[in-house]
């Protein structure tokens, strides 16, 4: 099972993404904890973890020359653990001021980018140039209760009524994929690798479209215990991730989770987030903040 697998990755020899690159070593078996969410990390039906962030951070560790193993448990535990160091390691992490006192933050290691879903036909929704539009375009936004998507829109929700009387939310992604396709929204906001795979999964991808325009764009890293996790180690997964953004297996990782025309549109997407020129420390939770 996935939650009990351990991954051992030899300490010896050469890892190489195209070009020869040296191990280097971290200093213990990094426990990284987890739950279900496609699709970031999830478990398929035979039980083995697989996902966008478990693709990477196996990228990342074995780069590191790391040991690693998993352990499932929910989102609040897992922050507790992380705090106690019983948990060493958790993926798709946002920075927060209150999660800096006990925990220490990975480079970021690929991008959050959330964007408009619109049907296909919907022109209207095509020719928005930005979220703050929706008010004065008569459009219908669909949005996941509880989720951030950068200050525009907070601001916007939280200022002005038109727009807020154009928002329906729901605890539910399928469920406002359902209301776009259905004709009671116009749009729904998304991050960009969940809206594709839900509407996958729903078999609809043919009739709708992303947003030429992101509603924003953000950063993701691992999170780090402080009692459990040393500085070296850090450093090991910081240089790791620098070195594996730079081979294709990333920019093959990032394209199997979205479509080619997705990367054409926003070339962002596959490029190197820890050694760019907006690089970091956000200062709010990403969409789907774990």
């Known amino acids: ?16 993404f195209g070009s020869y690159a040296p191990l280097l070593a971290c200093d213990a078996v990094l426990n990284v904890v987890y739950f279900n969410s496609a699709p970031y990390h999830y478990e398929k039906d035979d039980g083995t973890l697989t996902g966008l962030d478990v693709e990477i951070l196996e990228n990342v560790l074995t780069t590191a020359g790391c040991q690693w193993r998993y352990t499932k448990m929910p989102l609040k535990r897992s922050l507790s653990a992380l705090r106690a160091g019983l948990a060493d390691a958790a993926m798709g992490a946002s920075i ?16 959050e980018m959330i964007v408009m879903f619109m049907r296909k036909e919907n022109e209207a929704a095509r020719r928005l140039k930005r979220i703050s539009d929706v008010p004065t375009s008569n459009l219908r936004v669909g949005a996941h209760l509880g989720s951030w998507y950068g200050y525009e829109y907070a601001r916007l929700f939280e200022q002005s009524k038109d727009f807020r009387n154009r928002v329906l939310q729901s605890v539910d992604y399928e469920n406002l994929y359902r209301a776009l396709l259905a004709d009671r929204v116009d749009v729904v906001i998304d991050d960009i690798f969940n809206g594709h795979a ?11 479209d992303a947003h030429v325009n992101p509603v924003n764009d953000s950063l993701t890293h691992f999170m780090l215990s402080r009692k459990s996790v040393s500085t070296a180690t850090i450093e090991s997964i910081d240089h790791a991730i620098r070195a594996f953004q730079h081979s294709p297996v990333y920019k093959s990782i990032i394209a199997h989770y979205v479509p080619e ?22 200062d709010a939770p990403t969409a789907h903040a774990r």
């Open 1 to 16: 099972m996935a939650s009990t697998a351990l991954k051992i990755i030899a300490l010896s020899g050469i890892f190489a």
């Open 198 to 208: 839900l509407l996958l999964k729903l078999g609809v991808i043919d009739q709708v």
């Open 96 to 111: 927060t001021p209150e999660r800096e006192r006990y925990a220490y933050f990975s480079q970021a290691y690929r991008r």
């Open 261 to 282: 025309e997705y990367i054409l549109r926003y070339p962002l997407l596959s490029t190197s987030p820890a050694i760019d020129d907006v690089s970091s420390k956000p």
